[in-house]
C-alpha cells in the first residue's frame, strides 16, 4: 500500500492523490486503508518516512567513503541524481505548505525535520577527519538548507550544477582543496 502510495504521491501530486484511488491502484478497499492509515495526512508521512529513510542510506554509503575527498566525489555523484529530482521536491513543498495551517500536522514534520537534522550531524560527527569552522548541528543544518534550496532550483531548472553545493560542503567540512 505504502509502495503504490508512493508512487502515487510522486506521480500525480499530494492534493490530486486520493485515499480512494490509493486503495483501487494497489487492490485494496478504502476501508483496508483507512484500517492502516488514518488521514491522507498519515498515508504522506508515511511515505515521506519511506523517502527519507531511502535517502538516510545513500547518505550513510557517502558518508562510509574512507577520505574527505571520496565523499566529496559521492556527494557530487549523488546530487547530481538526486537533487532536483522533480517529483520528490513537488511533493515535499505541496506536503509542506499543506502543512502550514495545520498545527499538529507542522509539528510532525518539524519533528522529522529534526530527525534528519540529527542524522546530518551524526554524520559529521562520524568523519574524524573533517574541522568544519562551526559547530557541528549548525553545519547540519547549512547541509541540509543547501540541499533543500538546490532542489528547488534543480526541480525548475535541471541544468543548475551542483558544484556550487559542494564548494560550500568543502567549506563547512573545513577543506579549502578540490579534494
Not at 503504490?4 to 486520493?18: S, W
Not at 494497489?26 to 515521506?48: E, H, I, M, Q
Not at 507542522?106 to 522529522?112: E, G, K, M, N
Request: with cysteine.
Amino acid at each position: 500500500m505504502i509502495a503504490t502510495a508512493k508512487r502515487l504521491f510522486l506521480e500525480d501530486g499530494y492534493q490530486a492523490t486520493t485515499l480512494d484511488k490509493v486503495a483501487k491502484v494497489a487492490g485494496f478497499t478504502k476501508g483496508a486503508v483507512y484500517s492502516n492509515f488514518r488521514t491522507k495526512d498519515d498515508l504522506c508521512l508515511a511515505v515521506l518516512d519511506e523517502i527519507h529513510g531511502e535517502r538516510a542510506a545513500e547518505i550513510a554509503e557517502i558518508i562510509a567513503a574512507p577520505t574527505a575527498a571520496a565523499r566529496l566525489m559521492r556527494m557530487t555523484e549523488w546530487a547530481e541524481r538526486v537533487v532536483g529530482d522533480p517529483d520528490w521536491t513537488q511533493l515535499e513543498l505541496e506536503f509542506s505548505v499543506h502543512a502550514r495551517r495545520d498545527e499538529h500536522l507542522r509539528a510532525a514534520l518539524a519533528s522529522r525535520l529534526d530527525n534528519i537534522v540529527g542524522m546530518v550531524g551524526a554524520a559529521l560527527r562520524a568523519t574524524g577527519d573533517l574541522d568544519t569552522p562551526m559547530p557541528r548541528d549548525e553545519a547540519a543544518v547549512a547541509v541540509l538548507a543547501l540541499g533543500v534550496g538546490l532542489g528547488l532550483f534543480r526541480a525548475i531548472d535541471p541544468g543548475i550544477p551542483v558544484a556550487g553545493m559542494i564548494s560550500a560542503l568543502r567549506a563547512i567540512a573545513g577543506s579549502s582543496s578540490n579534494g
